[in-house]
């Protein structure tokens, strides 16, 4: 029976081909030529017609035996390829290398800005509140004493939901939602996103802004000054001077713009022999918005002007943040680059 003995022999073969094999993918290539469908031993199985119908009984016991044998045969080669696999692996791992950090978040400039914030206005028994961004005309302009053709609302670039809803420009209206909603006394922070047409490397559409509004009986401008410069000195450090500039607001009466020294020539204006580049050479920063609530605004929210006074003040976040931190555009805020986010940590 030379089909028989051709078929016995494939073990043989195999052993040698095998013996030559030194890879996964050559292992492959050699089962599918003994084991494939069109492999060496189906190719004599096709021929199972040619033998006497006695022998063929015989013929496929002997060809289910062969491909147990080729089969173990290819698995055992299998096996040690991937035990060399691995030993190659193992032998470049240094077990003595130091292993990798995993990967820890950290918490965004302007969170920590604004947390840092917060917590000096707490330590001073103020409440944080908070409302929303998509706030109505009256919350945003009308009761903070800027009428429908007033033209401070020219002050700020507005992006209008619809008519008469608005993205809030500043967190002012929680000025108007707080008194609507309280009785004085109070002192009150309100944090929270703002939004302008306004967009350059001081300049983003969205920022962050903190109110400050603080509304009792005798309250002065003194309270204002004394407050504000030493939340300063708490946030930027003691040697902090600070000063008061008459400005305009609608919403304040007087109002007044607060400066601080420089945070990087220390209200020098140069730095080794250089113009300052934060403060352009004059040593002072502006910071913040402020001023007494004006007696418009109480009447608008039912407050007796008479017997209330208080005083209100925004600051930026984003500003704060670039201060404290040195960062040189207000865009690297946005962008969500952990290689710049890293580097802030408590
Ligand atoms: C206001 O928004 C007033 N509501 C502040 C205020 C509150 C005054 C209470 C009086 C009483 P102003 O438009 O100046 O003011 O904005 C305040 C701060 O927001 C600025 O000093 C600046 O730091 C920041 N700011 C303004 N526009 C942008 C912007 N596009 N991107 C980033 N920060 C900005």
């Known amino acids: 029976m030379e089909l028989l003995e051709h078929m016995e022999s494939l073990a043989g073969a195999l052993t040698e081909r095998l013996s030559q094999v030194s890879s996964l993918p050559e292992l492959e290539g050699c089962r599918v030529d003994f ?3 069109k492999g060496r031993l189906a190719e004599l199985m096709a021929r199972l017609p040619e033998l006497p119908p006695a022998d063929r009984p015989a013929f496929g016991q002997a060809a289910n ?5 080729l089969t173990a045969l290819i698995e055992e080669r299998r096996a040690s390829l991937e035990r060399e696999r691995e030993a190659a692996l193992l032998a470049r791992f240094d077990p003595s290398l130091p292993g990798r950090r995993p990967w820890a978040g ?24 908070s409302g929303p961004e998509v706030d109505t005309d009256f919350h945003c302009f009308e009761a903070l004493n800027m009428p429908p053709e007033h033209p401070a609302r020219d002050m700020q670039d507005t992006l209008y939901i619809r008519d008469k809803v608005v993205l809030r420009t500043h967190t002012s ?16 922070i309100a944090p929270g996103k703002v939004y302008r047409r306004d967009s350059d490397v001081t300049h983003s559409p969205m920022f962050h802004q903190i109110e400050g509004l603080l509304v009792d009986t005798k309250v002065t401008l003194a309270d204002l000054r004394g407050t504000l410069t030493a939340f300063l000195k708490a946030v930027f450090g003691e040697k902090t001077r600070v000063r008061f500039r008459p400005s305009f607001f609608p919403f304040t009466e007087p109002s007044v713009e607060v400066d601080m020294s420089c945070t990087r020539c220390g209200g020098e204006g140069h730095v080794h022999g250089e113009t300052c580049r934060i403060c352009k050479g004059s040593g002072w920063l502006e910071i913040l918005g402020s001023g007494m609530v004006d007696p418009a605004v109480f009447e608008a929210v039912g407050y007796d002007p008479e017997r209330v006074t208080g ?18 555009d207000i865009r690297l805020n946005f962008e969500n680059d952990v290689r710049f986010l890293s580097q802030f940590t408590v």
């Open 65 to 69: 035996r062969v491909k147990q044998r």
């Open 106 to 129: 950290s918490l965004h400039p302007i969170t920590l800005a604004m947390e840092e914030v917060c917590s000096v206005f707490r330590g001073m028994g103020y409440e944080v509140v």
């Open 311 to 328: 005083f209100a003040f925004g600051l930026g976040v984003e500003r704060v943040a670039m201060l404290k931190y040195g960062i040189s």
């Open 173 to 188: 209206t929680m000025q108007i939602r707080t008194m609507l909603q309280r009785r004085p006394p109070l002192a009150v």
């Open 35 to 37: 084991l494939g469908r």
